[in-house]
């Protein structure tokens, strides 16, 4: 299992459409995928509310071990459904709900709120890769550096560095020269970035607007579909690709 973290301090970054696209791509691929949410606004309980998918308010079905984690999302799921929405609102037990994920996931990808809080920085002691989204302003490119800060106390705190790579999101369909200097600047600060950037797209805003993935999107409900595929394809191969390149990284510095 790959737990893979959203994480940005600022809210609006796009972490929630990113984390989501992400999902479906990786569904599309028979994975199976519990999206956790720590966010008290609920974006991704709503979205799966109205497709009746599998929901678990942590609230509603305290867990008080992993292995009891595991025996309530594997009731949630059933037989047939390969993505379970977590929303967790106890900062307590969120490490036996991702111990849980882990016995039937393959992925568990989490979605925090937007502000620095103690749910975000568990979770990062956890991840195998934090996405840090943010658009390509001046703005939200000083607040990435805020993020890394948090991340990198978290990598004091527990002795484990943590992964991570900054996502650029809400782009210009065509990459800008102010998106372009913001790369060179944050590069040239050894900040690593993903080579994919999440383009602005209709597509990626229907998928809250009509409650569906990707895949189930049409060119009759929106527009630009097939760009929005190819950037979103794009994306989850980064992904797939950075998480197999940490983990031999991390294989090899064992040995």
Known sequence: MALILLANTKGGSGKTTAALVLAGELLTHNARIV?????PNR?????????????IETSK???KSADEARKIIEEAAGDTERLVVIHDDDQEGVFEWIEGASAWAHFVIADPE???????TDVASQADLVLIPFAPSALDARQV???VQVLNKVSKRTGRAVNYRLLLTRANPIATRDEREIRQSLE??????????????PAYRGLFKLDATME?????TVN???????????????????????????????Q
Do not use: Q, Y
């Open 35 to 39: 999206l956790l949410e720590g966010d």
């Open 43 to 55: 974006p991704l309980v709503s979205w799966a509310e109205t497709r009746g998918a599998a929901i």
């Open 61 to 63: 079905h305290r867990a």
């Open 114 to 120: 937007g502000s620095p809080n103690e749910w975000l």
């Open 145 to 147: 550096s805020r993020t």
């Open 188 to 201: 040239k600060n050894g900040l690593s970035l993903l080579t994919c950037t999440l383009r602005e797209r």
């Open 216 to 220: 189930e999107l049409s060119p009759e």
């Open 224 to 254: 630009g579909l097939d760009g929005a595929r190819k950037n979103a394809a794009e994306f989850a191969r980064e992904i797939l690709d950075t998480l197999k390149a940490n983990a031999t990284a991390d294989s090899e510095a064992a």
